[in-house]
């Protein structure tokens, strides 16, 4: 077990003037950013590494977090913690698991991240049900200003600098990399479909890239910020290109198609989310990760799944062509596989 006694003392301190004071086991530093909570119960290694979370200090609401450890890089979802900062109820740094290389707190402190133990994580996040998502900074070395994520392109800084092509086949599909989650990717690889990766304000069209279908990730932000990515996604559907989005890929598609956007109170960050299928009695349990949502359904287009929980939009489909997404994340890792069929049923329209 741990000492309790190598462990400094820290602060949360929200932006409306409430302070919450807990143990520190990540890395001794000061940080800040939007402060959100995730209802998940397992796989913190791929949350963390979800580049979705950037700009964000993240609760976690399940009781027990550190339990077995950190996995080798490759079962992450990027190369790095993508997370502000942590808050944990009860921190276990005796982990137990045959994958386990390093504790969750050798991680946060190698990465310089900091986290906190906060008992009371369950009154933390019926505050923010209440007021909505806030900023926040965690304390610990010294007092710092105030980091707002929403002021700025957080796709630019989680997008890939360069162009990676991976797998064989005779389809190929642009992946406009917002911050994609690795099994996005592998999705796609495993169903015999080349890819070709590009930075999110990258133009396929103008580079001459031979491509059949595009692909539009995930991501953190607003995404009225990937006003480049909106572009070439509206010269995909001028020219009939199969197109489909995933989570932020939701929303740009949307943007792109002359919808619209808004910030939710407190977003969908779980592995529980009830989604209808639109017109249908069929219900999938899906993985989220966003705090934007589609405001209106763009012309042309229908719903495809809505949120059976708050109604919101989770996902639209257009009624001749193939442009479609998903809010929701039918790769999962972590969550349920229940809508990994949304890869099958684009690539049947992609020719």
Same mark, same amino acid.
């Given at each position: 077990m741990r000492d309790d006694k190598l462990y400094m003392?820290? $602060?949360? +301190?929200?932006?409306?003037?409430?302070?919450? &004071?807990?143990?520190s086991f990540g890395a001794p530093l000061s940080h800040s950013g939007e402060i959100v909570f995730a209802t998940g119960m397992t796989g913190y290694p791929q949350a963390f590494t979800d580049p979705s979370f950037a700009g964000q200090i993240l609760i976690m609401t399940y009781p027990l977090i550190?339990?077995?450890?950190?996995? #080798? =890089?490759?079962?992450?979802?990027? #190369?790095k913690l993508q997370i502000n900062g942590l808050i944990v109820s009860n921190?276990?740094?005796?982990?137990?698991?045959?994958?386990? =290389?390093?504790?969750l707190s050798q991680w946060l402190s190698k990465e310089k991240i900091p986290a906190l133990e906060i008992k009371d994580t369950r009154l933390l996040t019926?505050?923010?049900?209440? $007021?909505?998502?806030?900023?926040? $900074? @965690? +304390? @610990?070395?010294?007092?710092? &200003?105030q980091y707002d994520p929403n =002021?700025?392109?957080?796709?630019?800084?989680?997008?890939?600098?360069?162009?990676?092509? &991976?797998?064989?086949?005779? $389809?190929?599909i642009v992946i406009i990399d917002c911050g994609a989650k690795r099994n996005i990717t592998k999705c796609f690889l495993k169903r015999g479909v080349k890819t070709i990766t590009v930075p999110w304000d990258y133009d396929p069209f103008e580079s001459g890239l031979h491509f059949d279908a595009?692909? @539009?990730?995930?991501?953190?932000?607003?995404p009225k910020m990937a006003d480049k990515t909106i572009l070439t996604i509206k010269k995909a559907l001028s020219n009939k290109i199969p197109t489909l989005g995933i989570c932020l890929g939701n929303q740009l598609l949307a943007l792109a198609a002359g919808g619209d956007t808004y910030k939710l109170k407190y977003g969908h960050r779980s592995q529980n989310q009830p989604c209808m299928l639109y017109k249908s009695e069929k219900c999938y349990i899906t993985t989220q990760n966003h705090g934007f949502a589609i405001k209106n359904v763009p012309d042309g287009f229908e719903p495809w799944f809505v949120n059976a929980n708050d109604k919101t939009i989770e996902g @639209?489909?257009? =009624?001749k062509y193939p442009f479609m997404s998903v809010q929701f994340h039918p790769e999962a890792t972590p969550g349920p596989m229940d809508? &990994?069929? +949304?890869?099958?049923y684009f690539l049947e329209r992609v020719k």
């Amino acid at each position: 077990m741990r000492d309790d006694k190598l462990y400094m003392q820290g $602060k949360l +301190i929200l932006s409306d003037g409430n302070t919450f &004071e807990g143990a520190s086991f990540g890395a001794p530093l000061s940080h800040s950013g939007e402060i959100v909570f995730a209802t998940g119960m397992t796989g913190y290694p791929q949350a963390f590494t979800d580049p979705s979370f950037a700009g964000q200090i993240l609760i976690m609401t399940y009781p027990l977090i550190g339990n077995y450890g950190v996995p #080798d =890089k490759d079962l992450w979802e990027s #190369d790095k913690l993508q997370i502000n900062g942590l808050i944990v109820s009860n921190y276990i740094d005796t982990p137990s698991h045959f994958q386990s =290389k390093m504790t969750l707190s050798q991680w946060l402190s190698k990465e310089k991240i900091p986290a906190l133990e906060i008992k009371d994580t369950r009154l933390l996040t019926q505050h923010l049900r209440e $007021k909505g998502v806030m900023l926040g $900074k @965690i +304390i @610990i070395d010294k007092d710092i &200003e105030q980091y707002d994520p929403n =002021k700025v392109n957080l796709v630019a800084k989680v997008s890939t600098d360069a162009i990676t092509r &991976e797998g064989n086949g005779n $389809k190929t599909i642009v992946i406009i990399d917002c911050g994609a989650k690795r099994n996005i990717t592998k999705c796609f690889l495993k169903r015999g479909v080349k890819t070709i990766t590009v930075p999110w304000d990258y133009d396929p069209f103008e580079s001459g890239l031979h491509f059949d279908a595009l692909f @539009i990730s995930n991501g953190p932000g607003d995404p009225k910020m990937a006003d480049k990515t909106i572009l070439t996604i509206k010269k995909a559907l001028s020219n009939k290109i199969p197109t489909l989005g995933i989570c932020l890929g939701n929303q740009l598609l949307a943007l792109a198609a002359g919808g619209d956007t808004y910030k939710l109170k407190y977003g969908h960050r779980s592995q529980n989310q009830p989604c209808m299928l639109y017109k249908s009695e069929k219900c999938y349990i899906t993985t989220q990760n966003h705090g934007f949502a589609i405001k209106n359904v763009p012309d042309g287009f229908e719903p495809w799944f809505v949120n059976a929980n708050d109604k919101t939009i989770e996902g @639209i489909k257009h =009624k001749k062509y193939p442009f479609m997404s998903v809010q929701f994340h039918p790769e999962a890792t972590p969550g349920p596989m229940d809508t &990994e069929w +949304i890869f099958d049923y684009f690539l049947e329209r992609v020719k």
